[in-house]
Nanobody, 118 residues
């Protein structure tokens, strides 16, 4: 069982920045993937940024160059630094974690609201 606790959402003006955090605890395997997803009203949940246990990262085209995913291995925390925010970035953001070795199911955080508006 893996637990995810998110923090850091809020209201920000266009062009502003926010940093989301996700503290991971529980049964963490030797190989895993983690990332951030978002869901805007009336839309499907989409991947924003991902990171493997070896450090490889991936980003959705819409956020490349503006968002950065990183982690603190000591605290087992994953971050999403969001810069140059746009109104279309408004969504509920979810942290995601999945063990690959040993294999495990999907784990989701509770979600945190990010609103970009003037």
């Amino acid at each position: 069982q893996v637990q995810l606790v998110e923090s850091g959402g809020g209201l920000v003006q266009p062009g502003g920045s926010l940093r989301l955090s996700c503290a991971v605890s529980g049964s963490i395997g030797s190989i895993y993937v983690m990332g951030w997803y978002r869901q805007a009203p009336g839309k499907q949940r989409e991947m924003v940024a991902g990171m493997g246990s070896l450090g490889r990262t991936s980003y959705a085209e819409a956020v490349k160059g503006r968002f950065t995913i990183s982690r603190d291995n000591a605290k087992i925390t994953v971050y999403l630094q969001m810069n140059s925010l746009k109104p279309e970035d408004t969504a509920v953001y979810y942290c995601n974690f999945k063990n690959l070795v040993p294999p495990g199911g999907e784990n989701w955080g509770q979600g945190t609201q990010v609103t970009v508006s003037s």
